[in-house]
Structures are given as C-alpha cells and as structure tokens.
C-alpha cells in the first residue's frame, strides 16, 4: 500500500511560483508512474502532468505546458511539481498520485491518492 503525502501548496500572487512536494511511503516507489491532478471547486478533477517510473519522460495538459515542470527522486521517495507563472485559474487542491502501469491522464486509472493541497492564485 502506498501512502502519498503533498506538501508546499499557499497563497500567491498571479504570476509568482509555488513548488509542491510528494512523498512517497513505499520503497517500491520507484516503479509506480506519477502524476499531479487539480481539482477546483465545482469542477472536475483534471489531469496536470505525469511522469514514467524511470523519470525519462513527462506529459503535461495544454494549460500548463512551459509553466509547470514535474519530477522525480527514486532515491528520495519524492514527487514534485515546479510552478512558475502562476494564474489565478490554476486555483484547486493539487493531489499526487500512483499507479502501476504506464501513463494516463486518466484520474480513474491511478490507485493511490494524497490527500491534496491547497494552491490559491490571486489577481
């Protein structure tokens, strides 16, 4: 069973940056894909980035392309995602997850979930 814990989310200015963190409770962490999911009030939980278990390939949505960047420790059990450029849009809890199996922008598809943290832009 793997345990995912986020950290980092706040308040920000439009245009500052945040940098969210993941941790990963199983040693076996490193064969799972990643990915980070947002969830606004109201509005569906949609798909951010992902990134494969080797660390050698990530996908991003359209919105996030050139802001955003994710990545990956294996040695440290952590997940991460760099946001500069923020927008007031990109307002949501931010949630980590997991899944054994390739990548998918799918929130269906992923198998383990933290519990999320709050990320607030103001204009």
């Known amino acids: 069973q793997v345990q995912l814990v986020e950290s980092g989310g706040g308040s920000v200015q439009a245009g500052g940056s945040l940098r969210l963190s993941c941790a990963a409770s199983?040693?076996?962490?490193?064969?799972?894909?990643m990915a980070w999911f947002r969830q606004a009030p109201g509005k569906e939980r949609e798909f951010v980035a992902s990134?494969?278990?080797?660390?050698?390939?990530?996908y991003y949505a359209d919105f996030v392309k050139g802001r955003f960047t994710i990545s990956r420790d294996k040695a440290k059990n952590t997940l991460d995602l760099q946001m500069n450029s923020l927008k007031p849009e990109d307002t949501a809890v931010y949630l980590c997850?997991?899944?054994?199996?390739?990548?998918?922008?799918?929130?269906?598809?992923?198998?383990?979930w933290g519990q999320g943290t709050q990320v607030t832009v103001s204009s």
């Open positions: 997850a997991a899944r054994r199996g390739t990548v998918s922008a799918k929130f269906g598809q992923y198998n383990y």
């Open positions: 990134i494969t278990w080797t660390g050698s390939t990530t």
């Open positions: 199983e040693r076996t962490f490193g064969v799972y894909t």
